[in-house]
């Protein structure tokens, strides 16, 4: 009876490897495919453009000729973050399960949030969704930032609109639960911690923008150099953020948020 036991714990071991060395796998393929994906549209920026634009950029044009729906380009040295950034106002979530030539992608694309303005002016505050992934795609890499001794190698984030190259610095990292306001009223779990963070888009001068400064200090994982003041733009980057990282069971985020220099 002992070495039947031992038998099947051993058959179960070998499935359990099976499997996972198939996720392994599976991941390193996507992946992979994600990347030379992503390097053939890079690859564009090279290229330039006949498009009679002047306000776009040169390297942008032909990709703005491609997909209309490009507003920027973003870039953090040290990671694989090199993606064009989207954004639809019609369809908000549009490129959410889309990459940029408009097919069904599960990775998606970097999109801007459809109450920001990017062109030709930019809000106070624009808000970038990405993916977490299980590979190297996506705004996996910003978990990186969770470390104040990796802050301090990669304080830059490179955003440029298709009409302005910009450099930004990074001035907060922190976790938040970003349940709906609604929910939470109906659970009676509203709490002076309670920000909505992703709805501070426009600079008031008032009360509105001290708390949104206020909780940002606050929430932060450390202190960072740089400091926000009113006439600064913001990005402020967020993609989901697993238990495992945030220790929030259901939506957590995390929240990368940096002032352009």
């Not at 040169?58 to 040290?78: A, F, H, Q, R």
């Not at 993916?131 to 001794?149: C, K, M, P, Q």
């Not at 509203?190 to 940002?216: A, C, H, L, P, W």
Request: proline fraction near 2%.
């Amino acid at each position: 009876k002992r070495q039947k036991i031992i038998y099947i714990l051993l058959f179960v071991t070998v499935i359990v490897m099976f499997l996972s060395g198939n996720s392994l796998l599976r991941i390193y393929i996507e992946d992979k495919i994600a990347e030379q994906y992503w390097n053939s549209i890079a690859s564009k920026k090279e290229i330039g453009g006949v498009l009679n634009d002047d306000t776009i950029l040169n390297e942008y044009k032909t990709l703005y000729e491609e997909n209309s729906d490009i507003v920027g380009w973003i870039t953090i040295e040290g990671t694989k973050i090199d993606y064009p950034v989207m954004q639809n106002k019609e369809f908000p979530e549009y490129y959410l399960r889309r990459n940029f030539d408009k097919e069904y992608d599960s990775l998606g694309t970097p999109f801007v949030d459809y109450r920001c303005d990017v062109l030709p002016e930019q809000s106070f505050n624009t808000i970038i969704y990405s993916h977490y992934t299980s590979g190297d795609s996506g705004f996996r890499w910003l978990f990186n930032y969770e470390a104040e001794s990796w802050y301090k190698k990669h304080k830059i984030i490179q955003f440029d609109t298709i009409q302005e190259k910009g450099n930004y610095e990074v001035i907060a990292v922190f976790y938040y639960d970003v349940t709906d306001v609604t929910l939470r009223e109906e659970k009676d779990e509203i709490t002076e911690d309670f920000y909505e963070f992703y709805n501070y888009i426009e600079m008031d001068s008032g009360d509105g923008y001290r708390k949104f400064v206020q909780k940002i200090k606050e929430k932060r994982l450390y202190e960072t150099e740089a400091e926000i003041k009113m006439t600064d733009n913001l990005i402020t980057l967020i993609c989901c953020a697993p238990e495992v990282y945030s220790g929030i069971k259901e939506n957590g985020r995390l929240i990368v948020i940096a002032k352009k220099i």
